[in-house]
């Protein structure tokens, strides 16, 4: 029988500044389409199929040798057996929002750090808690597993850096707790090019110098850390000695200076209204991000690539800043005019906003079109809500028909959830859990 420990009286001297949670799902994408089918579990999994390049795997194809990143050809030959599926970000963004609302039933103060990561500050919560840290790890990795049907890695520390790589420590499903006095165990054990923020040239600079784990790094003197990795490294090596300096971003991102939307298509085309149509989309995405935040635009870039990966770019500022797809339109036709070159095929097609500022600080000018501005606000406004509601391009310009002209690919293959919507949902707004029953015969 499990014996529940109960703490009274001063419960946060017990934590004391072993407060930093980082979480992290394991294989996430692959394991979300494994909770959603039964018949996937066990059984080697990977997602990207669209691109060609492998998005995630599960622990069943990592233990085959197949990775995150590499050709989809390469990836069969090591593994005939692997189920390939089309990633489906719609749906991983949806258990993403659970994992974080689950955090937030045991501490408020969560930084979404990425789609599958997240970091928590358990400061002030042992009251709340009364439990030992490794049973609030072991309680958040049983209940993500219990709520998803995925399995996620906990890691317990001083600061974010030490948290990152005591979630890394056991995986999958495991939990590593790392206090004041037991870090050199850890920094012993951990390659220098495995600490967050050192890259790989800095890896091979370090073993230079003779420092190959992290505790030979943390034991460095201050200055010469600083002389070798200037400040971001030297942030790294006072977060490894237990000094918090990466602060807690608890606020989702509320300004931004550029928004990008790019998208790559197979196989390459050389016709202008296929390229068109697909640039036109990607604008069009860009636009409804850009009003979804409050934004208006000065500039739109534009860039082409080619077959061979060359690619040609250009941009243009707008009269007054704005985020209507009725302004935005005659630009891009423009920019793709002057672009396009006829005997070249095309593979890729990314759209810029660049010059952002909030909506807020719009300045009026005297010879402002109001009305019309005004006009174009509302079609936007009506657009977009009923993109949310029925699902993405379910209204959009006809120019984008010509998306069409593209040759089918398996790589195109819609998630197969798309195809099988139950009553009331969207694409959307794929209402989650919902299981698929695996009949086993
Ligand atoms: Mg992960």
């Known amino acids: 029988m499990a014996i529940r420990i109960r703490y009274h009286g001063c419960v946060d001297a017990l934590y004391q500044d072993c407060t930093m949670l980082h979480v992290d799902a394991d294989g996430f994408f692959a394991a979300v389409e494994q909770a959603l089918d039964p018949a996937l579990r066990g059984r080697p999994v990977v997602t990207g199929s669209e691109r060609g390049i492998i998005a995630a795997a599960s622990y069943e194809a990592k233990a085959r040798g197949v990775k995150r990143g590499i050709q989809l050809h390469e990836a069969r030959r090591l593994c005939p057996e692997l189920v390939i599926l089309p990633s489906d970000y719609e749906t991983y963004g949806h258990y993403s929002n659970r994992l974080f609302a689950i955090l937030r039933r045991f501490t408020p103060l969560v930084e979404e750090y990425s789609i599958d990561e997240a970091f928590a500050d358990l400061s002030g919560c042992g009251a709340l808690l009364a439990c030992p840290l490794e049973e609030v790890a072991a309680a958040v990795r049983r209940t993500v597993a219990r709520e998803l049907g995925v399995t996620v890695s906990v890691g317990i520390s001083l600061t974010k850096t030490l948290a990152k790589l005591c979630s890394k ?9 790392v206090r004041r006095e037991h870090l050199p165990l850890l920094l012993r054990r951990t390659p220098i090019a495995k600490v967050w923020g050192i890259g790989a040239a800095s890896a091979a600079k370090f073993s230079d110098h003779g420092i190959l784990t992290a505790l030979d790094f943390a034991r460095m003197e201050a200055a010469e850390a600083h002389r070798l990795l200037h400040k971001p490294g030297y942030e790294t090596w006072r977060e490894l000695r237990g000094a918090r300096v990466f602060p807690l971003q608890t606020e989702a991102k509320a300004r931004y200076d550029s928004m990008m939307k790019g998208h790559t298509f197979s196989p390459p085309s050389d016709d202008p209204r296929l390229v068109y149509a697909e640039a036109l989309h990607n604008l069009g995405a860009a636009l409804a991000k850009l009003r979804r935040h409050a934004h208006l635009a000065r500039e739109l870039g534009l860039s082409l690539r ?6 040609l770019a250009a941009s243009v500022p707008l009269a007054a800043p704005t985020c209507h797809d009725c302004e935005f339109a005659p630009l891009l036709r423009r920019l793709f005019e002057a672009l396009f070159e ?7 097609t990314l759209i810029w906003l660049g010059g952002l500022i909030p909506e807020q600080h719009r300045q009026l000018d005297l010879f402002d079109e109001t009305p019309r501005r005004a006009a174009y606000g509302r079609l936007d406004q009506a657009v977009d809500r009923m993109n949310r509601r029925y699902g993405r391009d379910s209204v959009a310009p006809a120019t984008l028909l010509n998306r069409r002209l593209k040759p089918v690919h398996a790589r195109d293959a819609a998630p197969a959830r798309y195809g099988n919507l139950a009553r009331g949902e969207t694409i959307r707004h794929l209402a989650i859990p919902r299981l698929t029953l695996g009949i086993q015969v």
Do not use: W
């Open 169 to 177: 420590f056991r995986k999958p499903d495991g939990q590593t707790i």
């Open 306 to 311: 080619c077959q061979d990966y060359s690619g």
């Open 342 to 348: 006829r005997r070249q095929r095309y593979r890729a």
